[in-house]
């Protein structure tokens, strides 16, 4: 059974920095697309990074330049670095996977078919 768990989601205030991971089961990193989202209630899912087996990353204009996307495949996890939290941050973080190239790996939800259960982050200001 496919599944992703995500963890690490805190309060803090702005200017501070968080690491969410994300533990993959039931497949391996090779061949997935994997990725972040966010959402906050009564708005869309939104694209915040995505990564691939092979090293290659993709961000959100939002987050360019203070949040970091990395794998550790032997562990089967996917983290996502923050750094000079907003407040505007705040959102239910989720992990998300789906077999695809590095071609067909958009910020865009559609493309997911796996979903963790999300992990929330709050940004006081």
């Known amino acids: 059974q496919v599944e992703l768990t995500e963890s690490g989601g805190a309060s803090v205030p702005t200017g501070g920095s968080l690491r969410l991971s994300c533990v993959a089961s039931?497949?391996?990193?090779?061949?997935?697309?994997m990725a972040w989202f966010r959402q906050v209630p009564g708005k869309e899912r939104e694209g915040v990074a995505a990564?691939?087996?092979?090293?290659?990353?993709k961000y959100a204009d939002s987050v360019k330049g203070r949040f970091t996307v990395s794998e550790d495949s032997a562990r089967n996890t996917l983290y996502l670095q923050m750094n000079s939290l907003k407040p505007e941050d705040s959102a239910m973080y989720y992990c998300?996977?789906?077999?695809?190239?590095?071609?067909?790996?958009?910020?865009?939800?559609?493309?997911?078919?796996?979903w963790g259960q999300g992990t929330q982050v709050t940004v006081s200001s």
């Open positions: 039931g497949f391996s990193y090779q061949s997935y697309c």
């Open positions: 990564a691939d087996s092979d090293g290659n990353t």
């Open positions: 998300a996977a789906d077999r695809r190239n590095w071609a067909g790996c958009t910020l865009r939800e559609v493309n997911f078919s796996v």
